[in-house]
């Protein structure tokens, strides 16, 4: 081969491979933005390696590992792992050779939002964090770089807020003031959070129509309404607007966090305000309640409260009214509502008057019953004998309910064939026990009723078999100054021992033998009396024999004996 030859041909291979080798670094370098010795202030691209309690390792493409300081990160450690990619400022090289590069991700997110703040100035929107509370308002970090400070007047939405989870979340905010000092090496930011807020809820605010229909979450609850969450905003829903119920229990029909759907009755974008509605989702109940609820219209319905002069019913969402005490029972005793009815309690009324302008209605639940002494004498006759139960105690007799409705009146002179003092002695409120009728007047809604004549006469065996000077044995009832009460035991009937009729001193409850003086029994003009004397010469007296006339002659024993002893202790004093 020609030497000269062979030379040319090393030539054009050598340039050749020396073109090749050109573009293949040029290749390389574009791919390998970080190849070679990093500079400090030079970004560089940063693969994450290991991260450890004080310093994050990276590699950054050059001949030694790159160190991160968890201070000069703009999150925490544990927001990283190994193979992240990120950005950072050379900011050294330490250690005795100079070895050691460090870097920083703080100061070059610091740089770039910088430069954001500059083009956007005031009125950009930042992103941050609320490091601590400090006097006047709050530290923010704004992309986990840059300090600023939130006034407090304008983080309204945010002073009620714990402290300790304010951390916890990250919030929009507008830049209102950016300030760059000595020469761009330090700046002021102020920010407000409120100032975004009031652009955010006039914006909803111009979006939204009055009478349209909004959903939302229930934020918090209080006497006057429901505040409710609505998105860029919280809506007032007020007490009266929240049924046409006026006594509705807000914190029975919501919670917080319950979904609520309602209509826009206001606004005020300037303020930043909105008012809702739910009861007017649902037409008013009392337009054309007239035509629902005519006087004398029977319907269902819940009682809803109890008070001493009658009882609030609901017929439907809105409509309410009072079945009146009077318009309950067709007597006129008094009774304790809560006896009859309770809270929840589903009853029958008739509409009885209606005042639309007032929103007023009347119910009664005696007319749905119907009036109990309609047909009572067919029901019931004069001398039957039924049972009732003891609804009143007074001092001159007591009050039966011989059925629902229907009651009587017993003397205290036809309680027992014995004197009573009081009633309550022999009677309790609510015992039931067998009754006569005496009489029966529909017209003025009245019975008259004996419990004694239920009884068989303990008098008229009394009269055939006694006489007087008949040895019996008695129980002392009571003593008194004129003389004493006592029970003749074979007979279980009472009479009257004179204090002239024994001498020393008896006591009650004691049992005596004694004899019977008189006995009058004329069952026509209910009178049954009878004397008792301790004394067998009794009779031989003369002026003894004249004060038991006079106390024989008073009247009959059943209703006259305690009259009887009265008068004595009078003429005694």
Not at 460 to 481: A, D, F, H, Q, Y
Request: aromatic residues 6%; hydrophobic residues 30%.
């Amino acid at each position: 081969m020609c030497p000269l030859y062979e030379s040319g041909e090393k030539m054009e291979n050598s340039e050749k491979f020396e073109k090749e080798t050109n573009e293949e670094l040029e290749e390389y370098l574009q791919n390998n933005e970080n190849l070679g010795t990093p500079r400090p202030g030079e970004v560089r691209k940063c693969t994450v390696i290991q991260i450890g309690p004080e310093y994050m390792i990276v590699d950054v493409s050059a001949k030694t590992e790159g160190m991160i300081n968890v201070r000069d990160l703009v999150k925490t450690p544990e927001s990283y792992k190994p193979g992240d990619v990120i950005e950072a400022i050379v900011t050294s090289y330490r250690g005795d050779d100079e070895s050691k590069l460090y870097l920083s991700e703080k100061k070059y997110v610091m740089r770039q939002l910088l430069n954001e703040l500059k083009k956007g100035g005031k009125g950009t929107i930042v992103k941050g964090h609320v490091v601590r509370k400090v006097r006047g308002g709050y530290n923010v970090e704004i992309g986990g770089a840059i300090s600023a400070f939130l006034p407090g007047s304008q983080a309204s939405s945010l002073n009620s807020v714990d402290p300790s989870k304010l951390i916890e979340q990250e919030y929009d905010f507008e830049v209102v003031t950016f300030e760059q000092r000595k020469r761009g090496k330090s700046y002021n930011i102020v920010l407000s959070r409120d100032a975004l807020l009031n652009k955010e809820r006039a914006e909803f605010l111009n979006s939204i129509q009055e009478g349209q229909k909004i959903s939302g979450k229930v934020d918090e609850i209080t006497d006057f309404g429901v505040f409710v969450d609505v998105g860029p905003m919280t809506a007032l829903l007020p007490r009266s607007e929240i049924s046409w119920d006026k006594n509705v229990n807000i914190k029975e029909r919501f919670h917080v966090g319950d979904e609520v759907e309602a209509m826009v009755i206001s606004k005020d974008p300037e303020k930043g305000k909105m008012s809702l509605s739910t009861k007017r989702l649902i037409p008013d109940p009392w337009e054309n309640i007239e035509s629902k609820y005519p006087v004398g219209t029977v319907t269902d319905a819940t009682i809803t409260g109890i008070v001493p002069f009658g009882v609030f019913v609901k017929v439907e969402e809105g409509v309410k009214g009072l079945v009146h005490a009077s318009e309950i029972f067709y007597d006129n005793h008094r009774r304790n509502l809560k006896d009859y009815f309770e809270e929840g309690q589903n009853v029958k009324v008739e509409v009885i008057d209606l005042d639309v302008p007032k929103r007023r209605i009347s119910f009664s639940i005696r007319k749905v019953e119907g009036d109990p002494w309609e047909g009572v004498e067919e029901r019931h006759h004069v001398g039957e004998t039924l049972e009732s139960k003891v609804v009143k105690l007074l001092d001159n007799g007591v009050i039966l309910e011989v059925e629902d409705g229907v009651s009587g009146f017993a003397h205290i002179s036809e309680l027992s064939w014995n004197f009573v003092k009081k009633p309550s002695d022999i009677l309790k409120k609510g015992q039931t026990i067998d009754v006569k009728i005496l009489e029966i007047d529909p017209e003025s809604r009245r019975m008259r009723l004996s419990i004694k004549r239920t009884m068989e006469d303990p008098w008229e065996k009394l009269s055939k078999e006694v006489k007087p000077g008949t040895p019996v044995e008695c129980e002392i009832v009571s003593v008194k100054n004129s003389g004493a009460i006592v029970k003749v035991l074979d007979y279980d009937v009472e009479g009257f021992l004179p204090r002239s009729h024994f001498s020393g001193e008896i006591e009650e409850g004691k049992t005596v033998k004694a004899k019977v003086h008189k006995v009058s029994y004329n069952p026509k003009l209910d009178e049954r009396d009878m004397v008792i004397t301790l004394k067998d010469n009794f009779n031989s007296k003369k002026e003894s024999k004249k004060k038991e006339e006079s106390f024989f002659n008073s009247g009959p024993m059943t209703t006259t004996i305690g009259d009887m002893v009265n008068q004595k202790s009078e003429k005694q004093k």
